[in-house]
Nanobody, 127 residues
């Protein structure tokens, strides 16, 4: 069974850090671009980072640029999202998603581009 499983969410104070992981089972991530999305209650799903299968292309929206870092470890079949300087507005359910794009240098922060999804992990930033 092909699965993506997120972990690492939790409750953190403003200014704190969390590291999310996305682990794949049943398939290898080597040829997949991976993206992280988040969705807060009443808000649209927002892409917060993506990384191409080669790792050479990484995209962040301005809302998280300089605070979030995406990385991949193909040997462990995982992708991580390091989140620093967290703010209350970062509170959301975070999802990872995977897609095989043509070539090795593409990724997208548009959630409509992805067909494989994890179940999500809750991140709450509050004092």
């Amino acid at each position: 069974q092909l699965q993506l499983v997120e972990s690492g969410g939790g409750l953190v104070q403003p200014g704190g850090s969390l590291r999310l992981s996305c682990a794949a089972s049943g398939f290898t991530l080597d040829y997949y671009a991976i993206a992280w999305f988040r969705q807060a209650p009443g808000k649209e799903r927002e892409g917060v980072s993506c990384i191409s299968s080669s790792g050479n292309t990484i995209i962040y929206p301005d809302s998280v640029k300089g605070r979030f870092t995406i990385s991949r470890d193909n040997a462990k079949n995982t992708v991580s999202l390091q989140m620093n300087s967290l703010r209350p507005e970062d509170t959301a359910i975070y999802y990872c998603a995977a897609r095989r794009f043509p070539g090795y240098y593409s990724c997208s922060n548009n959630w409509l581009s992805y067909s494989k999804w994890g179940q999500g992990t809750q991140v709450t930033v509050s004092s």
